[in-house]
C-alpha cells in the first residue's frame, strides 16, 4: 500500500502502477522464481528483484538522467542486477566479501562458452583428483565439517585454484560458497553457526556431486540472463556495456574516500546489529574459509574472518563500545529517538543496543547523503525490530535522519513479506512480516 507523505512525481507514477494493480501489488505475492543472475546465490534478506526493478523504472520513467545508481549495502546484489536490466551505472558496497564475490560474479562477464569449457575441463579434473589433502586449515572445521567432506570441498578448491580466468574461478568459488552451505554440519533453518543435532549430519553428504549440480544449474541461469541482456543490447560479447564498481569494504569510509555523486540511492540496510539481528558474517563465514580472498578483492582485512565473529563485529552496530553515550546524542539530535528511548528501561541493556546500531547507522547515512546528487532520489527497504519487545519505529528514524541531511520524505511503501522463510523459522517471523520501502528525494539545494 503506497502511503503519500507529500506530493512528488514519482509518487504520481507509483499511483498509476497501484490502480492498474491493487494496492497488494507491491507484496508481489506471485513474484516468480528467481531466475537468471538473480538465482545464482542464497543470501539472508534478499530483497524482491521485481519490486526494486519497478521503482527504478518508475524513476526512471520520471528522471530520465538518472543514470547513476549507488547500494551501499548491495548484499548478494538485487539492486545491481535490477539496474542492469534497465542498462544504469551502478555502484555497491558490502562489508562481506561473500556478498561481494556474489556481485562481481553477476556483473559478468558472461562468457557462456568459455564457461561450459572450463566446468567440462574442471569437473573431470575434480573426477581424477585423489589428492586428500586439505585446503583450508581453521578453528572448528572438524566440528563443522564430517571428515569425508572436508577433503571433497578442497578436491573442489583445489581445481578451481588452477583455473586460468578470474571471471571464471569466481564464477566457481561462488558456486563452491552454495555447496559449502548445504554440506556444513550448521543447521539450514538459521543464519547463525549452529550445530546440527547427531542424527540430523547427514554422513552421505557429498560436495563433488553437489557441486557437478550446481554448476549444471549455473550454465542455465547464466545463459537466461546472457540471452535476455543480449537480446536488449545490454551485454555486447558478454560484456555490460555500461559501468559497474562494486567495493568491500565500510560503507561510510569507502563513500567517504572515493567522493562520488549519485542519482539514485536503493538500498536494504541492515536492521540492527548482526548478533541480534541477521548475523551475515556468521552465515558466509564456513563458505569463506575456502575460498582465497585475493579472487574476491585485495582490500579485504584477513581480520575480518579470523574467527566467526569478527565480520559481524566490524558490520554496522557490532561494536558496543561507548554505545550508550551514542544513544545520548542521538536522543538529544533527534525527536523520534527521544520518543522510544523513554520507552525502554534504563537497567536493561536496550539503550545500548539502540546506540550501538542508530550510532553507526547516522554517520553512514550523512555520507550518503553528502553522495547523493540534487534532485536525487532514495528508495530505503527497512523491515522492523523490537528491542526489549518494543518495536523500533526505524522509518521516523531514518526519516529523521535523511531530513537532517537535506532529504524530503515523500511517500512510504507498505508490504507484507511472503517469501522470507528463513526468517520464519528463524523465529523473526513476528518482527519480520511486513517491510516498509521510505521514498525521498535530495532537495534541489542540499543542506
Ligand atoms: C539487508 S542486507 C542487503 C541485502 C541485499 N539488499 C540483497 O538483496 O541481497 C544488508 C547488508 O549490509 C551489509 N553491511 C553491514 N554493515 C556494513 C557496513 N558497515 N558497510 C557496508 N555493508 C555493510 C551486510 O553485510 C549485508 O550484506
Redesign the pocket.
Known amino acids: 500500500m503506497l502511503q503519500k507523505v507529500k506530493e512528488d512525481p514519482l509518487l504520481e507514477s507509483l499511483r498509476g502502477t497501484q490502480q492498474k494493480y491493487g494496492e497488494d501489488y507491491w507484496s508481489f505475492k506471485n513474484a516468480s522464481k528467481r531466475r537468471g543472475a538473480h538465482a545464482l546465490i542464497h543470501?539472508?534478506?534478499?530483497?524482491v528483484p521485481n519490486l526494486?526493478g519497478s521503482i527504478l523504472a518508475a524513476i526512471k520513467e520520471v528522471s530520465p538522467n538518472s543514470q547513476k545508481v549507488l547500494?551501499?549495502?548491495?548484499?548478494?546484489?538485487?539492486?545491481l542486477v535490477e539496474s542492469m536490466n534497465l542498462g544504469l551505472d551502478f555502484t555497491g558496497?558490502?562489508?562481506?566479501p561473500l556478498?561481494v564475490l556474489?556481485c562481481l560474479t553477476k556483473s559478468g562477464p558472461y562468457f557462456i562458452d568459455a564457461f561450459t569449457d572450463r566446468a567440462a575441463e574442471l569437473v573431470s579434473k575434480i573426477r581424477a583428483d585423489r589428492i586428500t589433502r586439505h585446503e583450508a586449515t581453521f578453528l572448528g572445521r572438524d566440528k563443522w565439517f564430517e571428515a569425508d567432506v572436508a577433503i571433497g570441498i578442497s578436491k573442489v578448491a583445489r581445481n578451481i585454484k588452477n583455473v586460468d580466468a578470474l571471471w571464471a574461478r569466481r564464477l566457481f568459488w561462488l558456486a563452491l560458497a552454495r555447496v559449502i552451505r548445504t554440506c556444513c554440519n550448521s543447521r539450514n533453518s538459521t543464519y547463525k553457526l549452529h550445530i546440527k543435532k547427531a542424527a540430523d549430519i547427514n554422513a552421505v553428504a557429498d560436495p563433488v556431486k553437489s557441486f557437478v549440480e550446481t554448476i549444471e544449474t549455473y550454465k542455465k541461469h547464466l545463459q537466461e540472463q546472457a540471452t535476455d541482456w543480449s537480446e536488449r543490447g545490454l551485454l555486447k560479447q558478454g560484456r555490460y556495456q555500461k559501468s559497474v564498481s562494486i567495493t568491500a569494504?565500510?560503507?561510510?569510509s569507502?563513500l567517504q574516500e572515493a567522493g562520488l555523486l549519485f542519482d539514485v540511492v536503493m538500498?536494504?540496510?541492515?536492521?540492527g546489529d548482526?548478533k541480534t539481528t541477521?548475523p551475515?558474517?556468521q552465515y558466509a563465514f564456513l563458505p569463506l574459509q575456502w575460498i582465497p580472498t585475493v579472487d574476491i578483492s585485495p582490500s579485504i582485512e584477513a581480520g575480518v574472518l579470523a574467527n566467526t565473529h569478527a565480520?559481524d563485529t566490524?558490520?554496522?552496530?557490532?561494536s558496543a563500545r561507548n554505545a550508550a553515550d551514542r544513544a545520548e546524542v542521538l536522543r538529544n539530535e533527534f525527536d523520534s529517538v527521544r520518543k522510544y528511548l523513554t520507552k525502554l528501561s534504563s537497567k536493561g541493556s536496550g539503550v545500548k543496543r539502540f546506540g550501538a546500531f542508530f550510532g553507526?547507522l547516522d554517520p553512514?547515512i550523512e555520507q550518503i547523503c553528502k553522495s547523493t546528487n540534487p534532485g536525487g532520489y532514495h528508495a530505503w527497504?527497512i523491515g522492523s525490530r523490537h528491542i526489549e519487545g518494543i518495536r523500533v519505529p526505524m522509518e521516523e528514524i531514518l526519516e529523521e535522519m535523511l531530513d537532517k541531511r537535506g532529504m524530503d520524505t515523500f511517500g512510504r511503501i507498505h508490504r507484507s513479506i511472503h517469501a522470507k522463510k528463513m526468517a520464519a523459522r528463524n523465529n523473526l517471523s513476528s518482527t519480520m512480516n511486513t517491510e516498509i520501502i521510505v521514498l525521498a528525494k535530495m532537495s534541489a539545494k542540499k543542506k
Request: include cysteine.
Open positions: 543470501y539472508p534478506a534478499m530483497m526494486q547500494d551501499p549495502f548491495v548484499g548478494s546484489g538485487t539492486v558496497v558490502d562489508i562481506n556478498a556474489s569494504g565500510d560503507s561510510t569507502t538500498t536494504s540496510p541492515p536492521y548482526n541477521i551475515y558474517g565480520l566490524a558490520s554496522l552496530g557490532g553507526d553512514c527497504t
